[in-house]
């Protein structure tokens, strides 16, 4: 995203994963967790972008759950049979995870298979998982990545008109609301300058890798 605003375009970029969650209503993993990322510029400062699954949470919060052996929120997953359910491992292996905000994540959800698979002449996120087959390997997928230049969309003033997204970005933070990617730029800030912590379990599991 941020390659794509620094040369002045905004961007917009989703793609499908495997079946890991299950669309609104149902009870079996169909849908992938569908990221989508959007970019914005801004001439001199660094760009708006910001990301999130269509799904309830990030599969992979899930899984730092299992593996800290911790239940998860109501909300994140069903079991086999749709009801909610709060053991990662069973949302894992045996059920599925949640749309964000129930039929509208489902919509957008669908909307990303529908665009980066058959648009595209890809695979959606079930047909990942069928080429799959258990093996366990990296989601097979497409993504569709859509790059548009203002000085073309918004004509001869497109300078103009991007001042005044910097007026909008103005009024949300006058309110102390926080821009989505303003705490993305603080984190990566403060682990370029200080490195980054882990726990001792994490480092040592990371130590056992190397020598395995």
């Known amino acids: 995203m941020e390659q794509i605003t620094k040369r002045g375009l905004v961007a917009i970029v989703c793609n499908p994963t495997q079946a ?86 489902t919509a957008l959800s669908m909307m990303i298979e529908l665009i980066a698979g058959p648009l595209i002449g890809d695979l959606m996120s079930y047909e990942s998982s069928q080429h799959d087959d258990g093996k366990g390997a990296l989601p097979y997928h497409g993504q569709v990545i859509i790059a548009i230049d203002p000085a073309f969309t918004a004509g001869n003033n497109f300078e103009k008109h991007l001042s005044r997204a910097e007026t909008f970005f103005s009024l949300v933070e006058s309110q102390g609301a926080r821009l989505p990617s303003r705490r993305r730029y603080e984190s990566r800030e403060k682990s370029e300058r200080y490195g980054i912590e882990v726990s001792e379990n994490l480092y040592l599991e990371l130590c056992s890798l190397l020598h395995d």
Do not use: M
């Open 20 to 105: 890991y969650v299950a669309p609104h209503g149902g009870s079996r993993p169909l849908l992938g967790t569908n990221p989508f990322a959007f970019g914005w510029p801004r001439p001199g400062k660094l760009p708006f972008v910001f990301d999130f699954a269509t799904s309830a949470i990030a599969r992979g919060d899930v899984e730092l759950h299992e593996r800290e052996g911790k239940q998860i929120p109501d909300g994140w997953g069903v079991d086999s049979q749709g009801q909610g359910c709060n053991d990662p491992r069973v949302v894992l292996e045996e059920g599925a995870l949640l749309t964000f905000g129930e039929h509208k994540g």
